[in-house]
């Protein structure tokens, strides 16, 4: 048997920004961009959420063992959903789920997985944990068999969510029912999840990351953290104009929060707030701005199914919200 480290060639990392593997640092921010909007952002950075691990083989034993620096429980999610990293085999529209690589119980912080496979090369991809923060992960295939560099994806570019934990994948069971990430495997492409839990609040240090990098369209979802409308009034418009300023056609998607029903005078006045930012730049001639309405993506029929708590999607309700970001990103990037 032969073992890589996820750092080793060909195996490629997506989504994360820091690859330190002296350090066991597998970041989404850096620290010098991360401190400077708050502590608890540069903090959560620090989690792997989003972040892929992919390669092709034509194992018919594949093993996984992934190393976490932290286990913590969360009010909401089980330890799979919060802690866990699911594997997929292939790409895109064919993708199907493997297996997950599951703590089990807060105290196993180097879970293992055990796949059987076909022995056909193959694409695989490791969708890393919401929650915690990781130090490694092993990949070991028998001796003869191959591990190659991963497809590239069919869609350049990558995608830019922006916003809540619910951008940030709570409640998915596993990370790969997220939206953020069943959208972008729908549609084969990379992204970065910039979902920061509680956090998220429109801040101008934010944008400047944003700025800073090249995406191929930005979904705005922090409504949800933004404490009220007055908030959102002050930084929504103000947040988007800087990141125009710097980027004049990337595609902007603004979304409203889709837990409406908790408060729904309060989500119709952050949604107007939304709407404002959308159809201002309408009116100066922006014709890359897209406009998805929170309160419509769970839908009539089974409507109250969609939620853990009121607040947070399950699965169900990731998949309605995936539906309708897949198909708008779809028209936008053909």
């Known amino acids: 048997m032969k073992t890589y480290a996820l750092t080793d060639s060909p195996v490629e990392i997506c989504g994360l920004s820091v690859i330190d593997p002296v350090q066991q640092h597998y970041w989404r921010l850096p620290d010098e961009e991360s401190a400077l909007i708050s502590d608890f952002i540069r903090d959560r950075s620090k989690t792997a959420g989003g972040g892929r691990v992919r390669f092709c083989t034509n194992a018919r034993t594949l093993h996984l063992k992934m190393a976490l620096h932290t286990l913590s429980p969360d009010p909401c999610m089980a330890v799979c959903a919060a802690s866990g990293a699911d594997v997929f085999a292939g790409a895109g529209l064919e993708s199907r789920f493997l297996g997950l690589i599951n703590p089990w119980n807060y105290e196993n912080k180097t879970p293992e997985l055990t796949l059987h496979l076909t022995g056909e090369m193959q694409q695989i991809t490791i969708n ?27 869609r350049p ?25 069943a959208a972008a495997r729908w549609l084969d492409m990379d992204y970065m999840n910039l979902g920061f839990s509680g956090a998220a609040r429109g801040e101008e240090a934010m944008a400047d990351v944003i700025c800073r990098r090249d995406f191929a369209a930005l979904i705005m ?26 980027h004049p056609s990337l595609p902007v ?14 989500g119709k006045r952050r949604k107007a707030v939304i709407l ?9 001639g922006d014709q890359n701005v897209y406009f998805l309405d929170g309160e419509s993506f769970f839908g009539a029929f089974g409507r109250e199914m969609c939620t853990v708590d009121g607040c947070h999607p399950n699965d169900l309700g990731f998949y309605r919200m995936a539906e309708a970001v897949y198909g708008l990103l779809k028209k936008i990037l053909k």
């Open 276 to 284: 404002r930012t959308y159809q201002n730049a309408i009116s100066n």
């Open 253 to 266: 998607i603004f979304m409203s929060k889709p837990d409406f029903d908790s408060n729904p005078e309060d």
């Open 221 to 246: 979802d922090y409504d949800h953290n933004a404490p009220d409308a007055d908030h959102l009034q002050n930084t929504h418009e103000r947040f988007f104009k800087k990141i125009r300023a710097v």
């Open 128 to 154: 890393l944990p919401r929650n915690e923060q990781i130090a490694g992960l092993w990949i070991t295939v028998e001796d003869e068999a191959d591990l190659l560099p991963p497809l590239s994806y069919r």
């Open 157 to 181: 570019g990558k995608l830019c969510f922006y916003g809540s934990s619910i951008t940030e994948g709570g409640c998915a069971s596993r990370p790969g029912n997220a939206y953020t990430a």
